[in-house]
């Protein structure tokens, strides 16, 4: 079992930066590729990016792409997403997840979610 924490979600204006946060517990988190996801009111969630267990490989969605930055430090069990440029279409609750392949998460699935945390752009 992999236990997930997100934080670091808030209001901020369009054009404005957020840092999420994504602390793992439990099994060696660092043996697993990490993502973030997003579900915006009243649509299904989406994936946002991903990153190999080791943090040489890297996938974005094509609406973060350029904006959006995840990476991980294994030795402290976090994953992080910078978020730049934010837009009011990136209004959302952003979830961590993790799967044995980031294939999976790039696919839309994991096995361990997180509770998510809010973020809101406002315009």
């Known amino acids: 079992q992999v236990q997930l924490v997100e934080s670091g979600g808030g209001l901020v204006q369009a054009g404005g930066s957020l840092s999420l946060s994504c602390a793992a517990s439990?099994?060696?988190?660092?043996?697993?590729?990490m993502g973030w996801f997003r579900q915006a009111p009243e649509k299904e969630r989406e994936f946002v990016a991903a990153i190999s267990w080791r943090g040489g490989n890297t996938y974005y969605s094509d609406s973060v792409k350029g904006r959006f930055t995840i990476s991980r430090a294994n030795a402290k069990n976090m994953v992080y997403l910078q978020m730049n440029s934010l837009k009011p279409e990136d209004t959302a609750v952003y979830y961590c997840a993790a799967d044995s392949w980031g294939s999976t998460i790039v696919a839309g699935r994991a096995d361990y979610w997180g509770q998510g945390t809010q973020v809101t752009v406002s315009s």
């Open positions: 439990g099994r060696t988190a660092s043996d697993y590729a």
